[in-house]
């Protein structure tokens, strides 16, 4: 059976409302603040930890939560872990955002986006 519109746009705004909730810790906002910097390259574990200065384990969690909402992307090279942030699934998670602000009621101008991000 084929979903309708009204529940594929229900399993959308559960997904992101997923994806905002794993994000909304300050230490998960801080990580994806610095994949996106080093993207595309990304980085590994031990470099995460050193720039932020998160516990390794509590690191780990913050990271499992991140993957789990497919924000990040984890590959294995050798005995390390390369995390990569997921940005078609960010881009997906603005594209929404910006369908509801800016497009469908204009509750903001698309330039002043814009110029937040410069």
Same mark, same amino acid.
């Not at 746009?9 to 810790?25: P, W």
């Not at 997906?92 to 800016?102: D, N, P, V």
């Given at each position: *059976?084929?979903?309708?519109?009204?529940?594929?746009?229900?399993?959308? #705004?559960?997904?992101?409302?997923?994806?905002?909730?794993? *994000?909304?810790?300050? $230490?998960?906002?801080?990580?994806?603040?610095?994949?996106?910097?080093?993207?595309?390259?990304?980085? #590994?574990?031990?470099?995460?930890?050193? =720039?932020?200065?998160?516990?390794?384990?509590?690191?780990?969690?913050?990271?499992?939560?991140?993957?789990?909402?497919?924000? #990040?992307?984890?590959?294995?090279?050798?005995?390390?872990?390369?995390?990569?942030? &997921?940005? =078609? $699934?960010?881009? =997906?998670?603005?594209?929404?955002?910006?369908? =509801? %602000?800016?497009?469908? &009621?204009? $509750?903001?101008?698309?330039?002043?986006?814009?110029?937040? %991000?410069?």
């Amino acid at each position: *059976m084929t979903a309708t519109p009204s529940q594929q746009c229900i399993e959308h #705004v559960v997904k992101y409302a997923d994806m905002f909730s794993a *994000m909304g810790t300050e $230490a998960r906002l801080r990580i994806m603040q610095l994949l996106l910097s080093a993207h595309p390259d990304g980085l #590994v574990v031990g470099e995460i930890q050193q =720039e932020l200065d998160i516990p390794n384990s509590t690191l780990s969690h913050h990271l499992d939560k991140l993957k789990a909402e497919d924000l #990040v992307r984890v590959r294995r090279e050798g005995t390390f872990l390369h995390y990569t942030a &997921n940005t =078609e $699934a960010l881009q =997906e998670l603005l594209r929404f955002l910006y369908a =509801e %602000c800016c497009t469908r &009621n204009k $509750a903001l101008r698309p330039e002043s986006i814009l110029q937040l %991000c410069k």
